[in-house]
């Protein structure tokens, strides 16, 4: 640290020379400050870029036929309601199933495995689960899954965005609890209140909106899934609402609507893409207030 | 829920212990029981991810040996199938996404811990956050419709017309302006992690205690020497850490990928030639593969040998970051 920044500090006896290294200093971090600014810009103008194509191409393409009709052949006017219904079941299935197991294994590493070498490698392969690529999570369920119980349903994309949530919902869990003082659970256990009390009725309580904030992130991620669904749920171009038959989800149609060389289908692939992305934006920045209401 | 929180204050002590305790620790053990077998579970979901993949592979491996690794060969009618094209692909892309999107990054990171005024820091990190948050199907499809085109009308024939005429490294910029290929891959790659590496820079750069930097002011440091000599020193290795988590995403993205990268199963020395990437192979040739052939056996070994890189990968990163980790 100290050699750095010598050159530039030790006392120069010429006047000339500390004037020269004054200016020089000054203009390397003038060029520092204006480069960093560039940067900052560039990744803003990336996100109005999306934003804006997003937007000029998906309104264009809305209407009502969009929430109305089902997904059908091009030329003829269809919509996407069985994508986003599909989208909403499987999405909405995962979360109430995977939230319940990723706040008790985030209550676990918070509560339960302060130190221990079990709980190091929870804490651990969780971490390594919540950055996996997701493609890797449609194949083991493809695996698990579809393989043996002879297809594609919407089960196995239900179990893929429960895998995918999982992680999301025990890193927040354990980080929340974490945050709360151990005073406070020395205060209830003082009280002669069991310790499964302490933590469901008090810290789970103080921990809440923290909780509620990394679902809703949970939530965002899982609904633009589109490799896991790929294997799992497949989709599929008429009404569906059973679970042990291939389903629809906005992305997949998305997906396969976006590659197609029909126009009408391109234009539908846009406007689901601003659908979803508009649905996972609100998403964050409500979970985002949502946390500093909360603190 | 209020009631049963404070029913314990009211209990006498003493009144029936015993039966009050039995239910407790009843509960106490359920409970506790609950949480590590959620524990376990995850364990279990990992190993089992690693063995269902390995298995499925295994016909694979079996049937091209350790040559699978790096055979260029992918011949679905001749069954003849090797991983050397899209491994290829994918740490090109992967590395190269990453030497684009690091000094951005670093440039953000360094605007919204030194440089920004503070009513305007949290917009600018909430809206970098947003930029993590679109999914990646949408980066692909505005790859595809808005950066494909750009790419093949100005960028790339300036770039075949100047940098392709230097010797030696010209090799890099020739070909014809597709539009999609490596290069466009890499570069939407880019704009996909810097979210996650800049949010990764600007929370260790938080963490430099501010008496450090302090020192450094009151000597008459700049705020770019603050940074160099004071800052990155401080926090080389959690900036590593997230550089490697961002690399980590990189190499498994699927959708964004998939849109822009080509698609061709070969290795060009040309940037902006087409190519693969492990998970454009597995979700491309999916749909078109039996069950029980070779060729979902090779995907599925592809998809191994991603688990196995991008396992390596992150471990690396959370091993960087852990001082950070700890808090």
Known sequence: ????????????????????????????????????????????????????????????????????????????????????????????????????????????????????????????????????????????????????????????????????????????????????????????????????????????????????????????????????????????????????????????????????PFQDWIELAWAGALLITLAVLLLNILARSLLRSGK | MQQAATLPLGTPMGARPRRGARASSLGDTIFRVACHAAGGFVLLLLGSIIIALFIGGLPAFQAFGIGFLWSTEWDPVTEVFGAGVSIYGTIVTAVLAILLAVPVAFGVAFYLTELSPAWLRRPIGTAVELLAAVPSIIYGMWGFFMIAPLMSQYVQPAAIDSLGELPGIGALFQGPPFGTGIFTAALILAIMILPFIAATMRDVFEQ???????????????????????????????????????????????????????????ISTSLFGPGNTIASVVALEFGESETDSLKLAALLALGFILFVLSFIVLAISRWLLRARLKG
Request: contains cysteine.
């Open chain 1, 1 to 260: 640290m100290s050699t750095t920044l010598q050159p530039a500090l030790a006392p120069a006896k010429d006047p000339a020379v500390a004037a020269r290294l004054g200016r020089r200093r000054k203009r390397a971090d003038g060029i520092a400050r204006i480069l960093s600014l560039v940067a900052t810009g560039i990744g803003l103008v990336f996100l109005a870029s999306i934003l804006a194509t997003l937007f000029y191409k998906g309104f264009g393409a809305m209407d009502l036929a969009v929430f109305t009709e089902v997904t059908k052949p091009p030329g003829s006017n269809g919509g996407l309601l069985n994508a986003i219904a599909g989208s909403l079941i499987q999405v909405v299935l995962a979360t109430v199933i995977g939230t319940p197991i990723g706040m008790l294994v985030g209550t676990y590493l918070a509560e339960y495995a302060k130190g221990s070498a079990f709980g190091n490698v929870v804490r651990f392969v969780s971490d390594i689960l919540l950055s996996a690529p997701s493609i890797l999570i449609g194949l083991f369920v493809y695996q698990l899954l579809v393989l043996p119980f002879g297809g594609f349903s919407g089960w196995a994309g239900v179990a893929a965005l429960t895998i995918i949530i999982i992680p999301i919902v025990v890193r927040t869990t354990e980080d929340m609890l974490s945050l709360i003082p151990n005073t406070l659970r020395e205060a209830v256990i003082g009280l002669g209140a069991p310790k499964w009390k302490m933590i469901v009725l008090v810290c789970w309580r103080a921990a809440i909106s923290g909780i509620i904030t990394g679902i809703l992130l949970g939530v965002a991620r899982i609904a633009g899934e589109t490799a896991p669904l790929l294997f799992t749920s497949l989709g599929n171009n008429a009404w569906s609402t059973d679970l042990t038959r291939p389903m629809p989800s906005l992305p997949i149609t998305i997906y396969s609507y976006a590659g197609s």
């Open chain 2, 208 to 266: 430099v205690p501010p008496v450090f930097k302090e020192s450094a002011y009151g000597l008459g440091a700049t705020t770019w020497e603050v940074m160099k000599g004071v800052v990155l020193p401080y926090t080389r290795i959690s900036v590593a850490g997230g550089i490697m988590l961002g690399l980590g995403r990189a190499l498994g993205e699927t959708m964004a990928v998939t849109f822009v990268i080509g698609n061709a199963n070969r």
